[in-house]
């Protein structure tokens, strides 16, 4: 399935039949991925009065409760109202779904006992252009990333500065497969946070950051069409699919 796409004024040519998947499932496992210290997913039948929620166990249908915290279980989509005082949701800011986006890979710098992603690093390996997303795929490419329980490892995030010079050259979606942009521990400061939706001096509520993703190592660098899915929560986040076209 060709179509043909129009981006400021330029045409691309995408294979709607070639979806590129980077999220992350959410499953009722010890190996789904956590953050934030959070215990793994819970699914469970509903059983009562007589009910039966599980096949399995001689019931009609699958009917099951679903305990999962969407920061910490996989990836996801926050929009600013993960850190302000006003109610916004990920439902009410996110109203468009395609994107045109740069992947890039990157070896995020030592710094002490960190891992950071530099201005400097993405001033040398991305130059701007006419996309509106970016996503990192931080090296080395681990497949233990799909399984990794992330909480107290201090992983990588980004600077605020680099944050900054992003969203100053027309970056409005950030895709990284850390579980945040900001260091684990760093006093609730949340800078890269704050900077990227510029809360609360001049909010940019359009804007999105999805964590937790996986690129495979078979995607090559490069730009795509980026579909970002997700459910309509009402709240700051939700779970997340974020669907990668080439471009041809």
């Not at 469970?44 to 009917?63: Q, Y």
């Not at 600013?80 to 949701?89: A, F, L, Q, R």
Request: hydrophobic share 35%.
């Amino acid at each position: 399935m060709i179509t043909t796409i129009t981006h400021q004024g330029k045409k691309y040519n995408v294979d709607l039949s070639q979806p590129i998947d980077i999220s992350l499932p959410l499953s009722n496992t010890p190996e789904n991925i956590t953050a934030w210290y959070v215990s793994k997913p819970e699914f469970t039948p509903v059983m009562e009065n007589g009910f039966v929620g599980d096949v399995n166990l001689g019931g009609a249908v699958n009917f099951r409760n679903i305990f999962f915290n969407p920061h910490g279980h996989g990836t996801h989509t926050e929009c600013v109202g993960h850190i302000s005082k006003e109610p916004y949701t990920i439902n009410q800011c996110l109203k468009h779904f395609f994107f045109l986006a740069d992947v890039i890979s990157i070896v995020p710098e030592k710094i002490e006992n960190d891992s950071v992603i530099t201005l400097k690093q993405i001033k040398q390996l991305w130059q701007p252009t006419d996309t509106e997303a970016i996503i990192f795929r931080t090296l080395p490419n681990d497949e233990a990333k799909k399984t990794m329980q992330y909480s107290n490892t201090n992983p990588t995030y980004i600077e605020e500065d680099a944050v900054l010079f992003l969203t100053k050259n027309g970056i409005n979606h950030l895709l990284i497969d850390s579980p945040s942009i900001d260091k684990e521990e760093d006093g609730g400061a949340l800078k890269a946070h704050h900077a990227f939706w510029e809360y609360p001096q001049n909010t940019q509520a359009h804007r999105t950051i999805s964590e937790l993703i996986f690129v495979a190592d078979s995607i090559l660098d490069g730009k795509y069409l980026l579909n970002i899915q997700i459910a309509s929560f009402e709240s700051d986040a939700s779970p997340s699919k974020p669907v990668l076209y080439a471009l041809i």
